[in-house]
């Protein structure tokens, strides 16, 4: 599990083939490995990835097909900036939201413009996701914790202060960029406890649903 803040951009230095996946050597920057053990979770752009060779600075991990159908990781070349966490500990502040590093899909910038000191964005989602991200809820893009500010379909926009700026990739990201997208964790498990024994593909949240499992009057 993660929290979502970002703990020092890295970059992809290898990416060897292997067997129709690949594992990717990843150049930690001022992120220390030196407490880090094999087999660890290290998040990547919001990737869950396990180190499997480690380094004072860097560490090698396995994607899957299935990693690399769904993220963003299969279009990393060597040098492409990644945002890098490592997973929390029972002691690390929870300053963001809860973040298991598993993305449902991919979302695209499609607007970005300067506000005061901050940037505001403006992402699309897959339609299949944007149930799940509400009005000043929290949601999970390249591995960074933030909170929506606007919700219009699939649709929604967050703000970005300078210090996430200089400190993530969203400083490079310009519309047309793909991110990895994880919505909040919360919303998926309410909506399959609340379909219960009726879980289907087909079956949609309604407000009949909602009233019949007690969140309406």
Do not use: W
């Not at 990644?82 to 929390?88: D, F, Q, S, T």
């Not at 309410?190 to 949240?205: D, I, N, W």
Request: with cysteine; net charge neutral.
């Amino acid at each position: 599990m993660f929290t979502g803040i970002i703990l020092a951009v890295g970059k992809v230095t290898a990416i060897e083939q292997r067997a129709g996946d690949c594992r990717l050597t990843i150049d930690t920057g001022k992120l220390s490995l030196n407490d880090a053990a094999l087999g660890d979770s290290i998040a990547v752009n919001g990737v869950c990835l396990t180190a499997i060779a480690l380094g004072p600075h860097t560490f090698s991990a396995d994607v899957s097909n299935e990693t690399l159908s769904r993220t963003s990781l299969k279009s990393a070349t060597v040098g492409t900036p990644v945002n890098l966490e490592l997973a929390l500990t029972p002691s690390t502040r929870l300053g963001g939201h809860i973040v298991s590093g598993h993305v449902d899909g991919l979302a695209t910038v499609i607007d970005k413009k300067p506000d005061a000191r901050s940037v505001r964005f403006k992402f699309k989602a897959p339609d299949q996701l944007a149930k799940y991200i509400a009005e000043k809820g929290s949601v999970c893009l390249d591995g960074i914790s933030l909170t929506v500010n606007e919700v219009d379909g699939n649709v929604f926009g967050v703000n970005i202060v300078p210090h996430t700026l200089k400190e993530t990739t969203l400083g490079f990201a310009a519309p047309g960029t793909v991110v990895n997208l994880e919505v909040d964790l919360l919303a998926r498990y309410l909506e399959r406890l609340m379909l219960g024994q009726k879980a289907e593909p087909e079956q949609k949240v309604t407000l009949d649903l909602l009233q019949r499992s007690g969140f309406l009057g």
